[in-house]
T-cell receptor
Framework: DQQVKQNSPSLSVQEGRISILNCDYT??????FLWYKKYPAEGPTFLISISSIKDKNEDGRFTVFLNKSAKHLSLHIVPSQPGDSAVYFC????????????FGTGTSLTVIP | EADIYQTPRYLVIGTGKKITLECSQT?????MYWYQQDPGMELHLIHYSYGVNSTEKGDLSSESTVSRIRTEHFPLTLESARPSHTSQYLC???????????FGSGTRLTVV
């Protein structure tokens, strides 16, 4: 049973606009969340993280929002750039899963110049 | 600059062959992982290790085996490859949960 879900397989956004990628989880014990970015034929690279003690974390153009009551997190990219075109995975873990993270199925973002 | 290395990047092999996918990291991380990923699907954990001589199976049943004789090296072996093994295999390592994983570039395996 999938514990982390990304229900939008793909998203297209115009350059300069905001990209919003969504992620839902089912395990209320999850307390640490990551976003990864993946280009074709490469491994995922870490983008941004958030702990459950926060509801927002910002790093440059990237902001992650966490809504614990809804078990939902989102990644905002502003402004979107063509180089942001990639597959984005969210991942979640809890203390009792140790270092193991559970991943969503990914959302393929295309930023149109 | 990659601190975790996977070889080969691409491999096409015939059914029934034995193969070993290599993974090495230079960060001294105790924890290492193998994930399998098909397009449009989530990353599935197939094996992990929390240190030398420690290996465990992950959530996804796999016919592969792993070994961890040295901290830096975590190879994955398929004794008899089948077309159903065609996938991308990603190796990762970590030290602390807060740091997340560092992934290798992956091995794209095709079994014909």
């Amino acid at each position: 049973d999938q514990q982390v879900k990304q229900n939008s397989p793909s998203l297209s956004v115009q350059e300069g606009r905001i990209s919003i990628l969504n992620c839902d989880y089912t395990n209320s014990m999850f307390d640490y969340f990551l976003w990864y970015k993946k280009y074709p034929a490469e491994g995922p690279t870490f983008l941004i993280s958030i702990s459950s003690i926060k509801d927002k974390n910002e790093d440059g153009r990237f902001t992650v929002f966490l809504n614990k009551s809804a078990k939902h997190l989102s990644l905002h990219i502003v402004p979107s750039q063509p180089g942001d075109s990639a597959v984005y995975f969210c991942a979640a873990s809890s203390l009792n899963t140790g270092n193991q993270f559970y991943f969503g199925t990914g959302t393929s973002l295309t930023v149109i110049p | 600059e990659a601190d975790i290395y996977q070889t080969p990047r691409y491999l096409v092999i015939g059914t029934g062959k034995k193969i070993t996918l290599e993974c090495s990291q230079t960060m001294g991380h105790d924890k290492m992982y193998w994930y399998q990923q098909d397009p449009g699907m989530e990353l599935h954990l197939i094996h992990y290790s929390y240190g030398v001589n420690s290996t465990e199976k992950g959530d996804l049943s796999s016919e592969s085996t792993v070994s961890r004789i040295r901290t830096e090296h975590f190879p994955l072996t398929l004794e008899s490859a089948r077309p159903s093994h065609t996938s991308q295999y990603l190796c990762a390592s970590s030290e602390r949960r807060g740091d997340g994983y560092t992934f290798g570039s992956g091995t794209r395996l095709t079994v014909v």
